[in-house]
């Protein structure tokens, strides 16, 4: 597979040359250029299309420098996607990922992740939009904020892009390119006429295994049909695939009889479940193991501009096979397990809104749901020595169970932003009205009731501007999010606490999460405009915070926790100095406090949410040469991170753990290749990252590679 894609990659790269020649810019990130100051709700990353020369493949990784956000993998090439983006404080299941304005949050169930972020590729991807807290009631569950991807919508004339990459992952002395990753890929858009457009893209990615195991290979597929129909109308279509199959990475320590010294000691990171009760010791997974997943997903979008009023109706549906392939630790030729899941079974949802100016009023208004489904796990290979029960299996695909509803949402909107005095007070009104149902099921042969729980989410901001340069705003909200599908699941399947006759408690009925926020922001430009710089301060109280702890009987328990404060401070910099530098920064404190968990004995360890740093910063320095060339310093501190292990059951067995902080520093420089060519555009990149080889961990028990080198290219024609 790697040889086909550097072959890919070299014949693409000589035939472009030689059938025409042209320039190409490489990937850009860039803070939202803001003439006049103003409130501080959203920050843009703008993503060039052709630049495909940075290391950033998806969308989390163009996350890692905005403050307030977290960014964390198991592993630097193949991670599983599961929890890896936090803003402020707050994972992926209190987040809304979207994409166009329409959820892709997933189900988390049947091994299923709320956000994949591995599928979600930049290659189509014109700009990002961060919210940081609950502050546009367009979107649901957004407690700790949104992550808005904006696709390319509109081309001014036809352009093919290819690109490619090698990087070498931490390279040996003895063997540079030991563990390599390539991609090559391609993308074009086609004019029709004055009726829009047609887009296509295909990538493939291939990187060795740098934990043990940890082999990664997806392609991405995507096409899109945007059409012009009428005055003022316009029809879009999407279809994007991600095909994958990741090694899940294998237990590597060295007091192991099955310890692989050519791979660092690392953890194990198979995929979600159902659980699967191994025996231990030689009794259990490893080498060659692997999950392959098969994402698809439909968009459709209609929009008619009446007057001043622009409608919008969209839907779309998603679907997602999941097949695991678990062989014997001692024998990597030995399956011993195999089993199919659809973590998404043909999940579906809609958005039907409208969009108009009235006065000084912008106001947004409409409806949205979603109706989640799934397929159980059904098992074809079990080896029974390997497992502390039987395995029920089943013989072929036409044995498989019918999707089952797991829960349905519908929201109401109104969102009006609205000017009280021309240039000096804006207004934020918003308020959303959500519906929530969970389905009746029969899951290990207990009955889970139907429930359903309604709330209203309000948000209100107002912006104070004293002069151009210079901006107040303050934003008050009461957020919500729902129970998850695994939460809500596992609750009502006699997993709460006031069904276990190990507990003399009560516990209030299990209610969804309500966050009430405050945030105060204050931008200011300086230095006729080339400076910016800018802070916010927020604090989030959450009753009810929804926590799962492992390891009661018969597995886990789920409850409200009576309350989880959130607090931080974000403060930003940037400065054009000339028309060749720029220089950006920004650093992010925050705490946490939890209380009224009865049942997590790590609560003598710690009252904190852990897992999160209390100080992290980023920063950014940018020189353009005048021969188009340009050099990148980029630099990430990450404080420290606390970790409970052992069972939280059982206080004896914890320990807390502390993960040092670190600094990485990576530099790339971006050259022209064809600078006099005016009908091809052409770049290549060179990055070194970690330069200074620096020894950390984003998870624990799961090292990031040492110094490492990229080399990328980009072609537009």
């Not at 009753?543 to 926790?561: A, C, E, L, M």
Request: with cysteine.
């Amino acid at each position: 597979m790697k040889r086909l894609l550097v072959a890919t990659s070299i014949l693409t790269l000589f035939f472009c040359v030689g059938a025409h020649d042209h320039e190409l810019d490489a990937l850009e990130i860039r803070e939202t250029e803001i003439p006049e100051a103003g409130s501080r709700e959203r920050e843009t990353i703008y993503v060039r299309e052709e630049d495909h020369t940075s290391a950033a493949r998806t969308v989390d990784d163009l996350l890692t420098g905005i403050a307030g956000v977290d960014v964390t993998r198991t592993a630097a090439t193949g991670s599983d996607g599961r929890g890896n983006v936090h803003i402020r404080g707050l994972d992926d299941n209190r987040i809304t990922v979207a994409l166009n304005g329409r959820v892709v949050n997933g189900s988390g169930v049947m091994g299923g992740v709320y956000v994949d972020w591995s599928t979600l590729s930049i290659d189509d991807v014109e700009k990002i939009e961060v919210i940081r807290g609950y502050k546009d009631a367009r979107y649901p569950n957004a407690v700790g904020g949104v992550v808005n991807i904006i696709t390319v919508r509109e081309i001014e004339e036809d352009r093919t892009q290819v690109f490619g990459s090698l990087s070498s992952i931490e390279p040996a002395a003895d063997d540079p390119l030991r563990t390599t990753a390539y991609t090559a890929g391609v993308a074009h858009q086609k004019r029709i006429g004055d009726l829009g457009h047609l887009s296509l893209s295909l990538s493939n990615t291939s990187a060795d295994a740098f934990l043990r195991n940890n082999f990664n290979d997806q392609m991405e597929l995507s096409g899109a049909l945007n059409l012009y129909l009428m005055e003022d109308m316009h029809f879009s279509t999407s279809l994007k695939q991600s095909i994958q199959n990741r090694g899940m990475t294998v237990e590597n320590r060295r007091n192991s009889d099955f310890f692989d010294s050519s791979y660092p000691e690392a953890g194990d990171a198979g995929t979600g479940g159902p659980g699967i009760p191994w025996r231990g010791g030689e009794y259990t997974w490893g080498d060659r193991s692997s999950v392959e997943n098969i994402r698809t997903q439909w968009d459709v979008s209609l929009e008619k501009k009446i007057n001043e009023t622009l409608l919008r109706g969209s839907f779309f549906i998603t679907d997602q096979d999941r097949r695991q392939h678990y062989y014997a630790i001692d024998d990597s030729t030995n399956l011993v397990l195999e089993r199919f899941a659809k973590p998404e079974a043909g999940t579906r949802g809609w958005n039907i809104s409208a969009e108009t100016s009235l006065g000084r009023h912008d106001l947004s208004y409409g409806a949205d749901g979603q109706l989640r489904r799934s397929e159980s796990n059904v098992i074809y290979t079990a080896n029974e020595d390997y497992f502390a029960r039987p395995m029920e299996t089943i013989a072929d695909l036409d044995s498989l169970p019918d999707p089952t509803d797991r829960s349905r949402r519908i929201g109401l909107f109104v969102q009006d932003d609205f000017t009280l005095q021309e240039d000096l007070l804006e207004l934020s009104l918003g308020t959303r009205f959500d519906y929530y149902k969970g389905f009746e099921d029969t899951v290990g042969g207990r009955q889970i009731q139907e429930n359903t729980y309604s709330n209203i989410s309000p948000t209100t901001g107002i912006t104070y501007t004293p002069t151009e340069q210079t901006a107040l705003s303050f934003f008050a909200s009461i957020a919500t999010k729902h129970p998850t599908e695994p939460e809500y699941s596992w609750y009502h399947n006699g997993h709460d606490p006031d069904t276990n006759p190990d507990f003399d408690i009560s516990r209030p009925d299990f209610s969804p999460e309500r966050a009430y926020q405050l945030d105060l922001s204050l931008d200011q430009y300086l230095l006729e405009g080339s400076l910016n710089w800018g802070v916010n301060l927020y604090t989030m109280s959450i009753d009810d915070y929804i926590t799962v702890i492992f390891g009661y009987p018969p597995s886990r328990v789920v409850y409200n926790i009576d309350n989880v404060t959130l607090r931080g401070l974000e403060v930003f910099y940037s400065h054009h100095v000339s028309d060749q530098l720029s220089l950006s920064a920004n650093t992010s404190l925050q705490n946490s406090e939890k209380s009224g968990d009865i049942l997590d004995m790590g609560n003598e360890l710690s009252d904190e949410l852990l897992e999160l740093p209390r100080v992290k910063a980023n920063g950014r320095v940018s020189y353009s040469f005048r021969n188009d060339m340009r050099a990148t310093l980029t630099t990430r501190f990450v404080g420290e991170r606390d970790f409970i292990t052992g069972n939280r059951a059982r206080e004896e067995s914890l320990a807390l753990e502390t993960l040092d902080p670190f600094a990485t520093t990576d530099i790339s420089a971006a050259v022209p290749l064809f600078p006099r060519r005016t009908d091809i555009t052409a770049k290549l990149t060179i990055t070194a990252m970690n330069i200074f080889d620096t020894d950390y961990e984003e998870v624990l028990d799961f090292p990031m590679p040492g110094r490492s080198g990229r080399v990328g290219y980009t072609m537009e024609f």
